[in-house]
Every structure is written in structure tokens, then in C-alpha cells.
Nanobody, 122 residues
Framework: QVQLVESGGGSVQAGGSLRLSCAASGLTYSNYAMGWFRQAPGKEREVVAV???????TYAGSVKGRFTISRDNPKNTLYLQMNSLKPEDTAIYYC????????????????WGQGTQVTVSS
């Protein structure tokens, strides 16, 4: 049974930092592209950052230069370092996995975590 479990969310003031983690189990982690997505209240889910199996990353324009996605394949863990947080970053953040990087870039991940709340106050 595949499980993706996010952690590290919380409340922070604007300008602060958080580091999200996503622990994966039940799959051959190194075979999967991984990504972070978010959904704010009243908005559709959007791609935040995606990494291929080797760790090459792409980012949404709104987070480029502030967020960094990384993966530790031996630990089956995905990370999202979020710096210079803004109130508009407030959302539930999800990690997802897919064997196909293209599908993940379109937000169609095969496996999804339950999400972790990030709240940024001004």
C-alpha cells in the first residue's frame, strides 16, 4: 500500500520560513517523479514544484527563487524549503508521485498525500 505523509506545515509570519517533508512508503521511490502542490481556499489546486527521478526541478513562477524542492532517495523523502513566505502562500500543501513526469506537471499524480496546512500571516 502506497503512502505519502506530509509534515512540517504550520503558521508563520510573512518573511518567515518553513520546511515541508513528504515520507513515501510502499513504492520504489527512486522510480517516481515527485511534486508539491497547493490549494488555497476557493481556488483550484496548483503545481508548486516538481522534480524528476534524478532531482532536476521546475517551479511555478510565483515561488521561483523562494522555494526549493529536493529529494533524498535513500530516505524515500521529498522536501520543500520555503523561504520569504507571503500571505498568498497560505494553502494546504500536498505531495504527489507519478511514474510519468509529464502527468505530474499537469497535476495528475498517481499517488497523493493528505496534505499539510501552511498559514502565513501579514
Amino acid at each position: 500500500q502506497v503512502q505519502l505523509v506530509e509534515s512540517g506545515g504550520g503558521s508563520v509570519q510573512a518573511g518567515g520560513s518553513l520546511r515541508l517533508s513528504c515520507a513515501a512508503s510502499g513504492l520504489t521511490y527512486s522510480n517516481y517523479a515527485m511534486g508539491w502542490f497547493r490549494q488555497a481556499p476557493g481556488k483550484e489546486r496548483e503545481v508548486v514544484a516538481v522534480t524528476d527521478r534524478e532531482g532536476s526541478a521546475t517551479y511555478a513562477g510565483s515561488v521561483k527563487g523562494r522555494f526549493t524542492i529536493s529529494r533524498d532517495n535513500p530516505k524515500n523523502t521529498l522536501y520543500l524549503q520555503m523561504n520569504s513566505l507571503k500571505p498568498e502562500d497560505t494553502a494546504i500543501y500536498y505531495c504527489a508521485a507519478d511514474l510519468n513526469l509529464g502527468r505530474l506537471n499537469l497535476g495528475r499524480g498517481l499517488y497523493w498525500g493528505q496534505g499539510t496546512q501552511v498559514t502565513v500571516s501579514s
